[in-house]
């Protein structure tokens, strides 16, 4: 991209299916423990949680853990850096890249917003994670979009 410190972060499940995902202008511990605080309100509190070498993610999910001591919770995330199993986000991510690559960039980040949002839901689309059953594909969207 053009606009450098673009970020995209995708929580992904251990089948390969996209959860959560988010964009946002920079990549530190306050925005990787937005990511992850959103991410686990919609989803749960993961057992496990695989990430890469980024220090960021590191900082946000040990917050997170200080967070749940203090609640009481029994309950702590175990964090994972082991790269062979972050290669299904990484795979996932081919996707975006693949398409994006081509272009010339992004002049400004809502366009970058508009645009890969699309793509990634897009994707989810074809991978046939929409569940029909509880919601439109639509509000699916939007709560993904938001």
């Given at each position: 991209?053009?606009e450098r410190?673009?970020?995209?972060?995708?929580?992904?499940?251990k089948?390969g299916?996209?959860?959560?995902f988010?964009?946002s202008?920079?990549?530190d511990?306050a925005?990787?423990?937005?990511?992850?605080k959103r991410?686990?309100e919609t989803?749960g509190?993961?057992?496990?949680?695989v990430?890469?070498?980024s220090g960021?993610n590191?900082?946000?999910?040990q917050?997170?853990?200080?967070?749940?001591?203090?609640?009481?919770?029994?309950q702590?995330?175990e964090?994972?850096?082991?790269n062979?199993?972050?290669?299904?986000?990484?795979?996932?991510?081919?996707f975006?890249k693949k398409?994006?690559?081509p272009t010339l960039?992004f002049?400004?980040?809502?366009?970058?917003?508009?645009t890969l949002?699309s793509?990634?839901?897009?994707?989810m689309?074809r991978k046939?994670?929409?569940?029909?059953n509880?919601t439109?594909?639509?509000?699916?969207?939007?709560?993904?979009?938001a």
């Amino acid at each position: 991209m053009a606009e450098r410190g673009v970020q995209i972060d995708r929580a992904i499940d251990k089948h390969g299916i996209t959860t959560y995902f988010m964009l946002s202008k920079r990549r530190d511990k306050a925005v990787a423990r937005l990511f992850l605080k959103r991410a686990i309100e919609t989803n749960g509190l993961p057992s496990k949680n695989v990430i890469d070498k980024s220090g960021a993610n590191l900082a946000g999910l040990q917050q997170i853990n200080v967070g749940l001591k203090f609640s009481r919770t029994k309950q702590r995330i175990e964090i994972l850096r082991v790269n062979y199993l972050n290669n299904i986000i990484e795979q996932d991510h081919r996707f975006i890249k693949k398409i994006t690559r081509p272009t010339l960039g992004f002049k400004a980040f809502h366009s970058a917003a508009a645009t890969l949002t699309s793509i990634e839901v897009t994707h989810m689309i074809r991978k046939q994670q929409f569940q029909s059953n509880h919601t439109s594909p639509f509000k699916q969207f939007a709560s993904l979009a938001a």
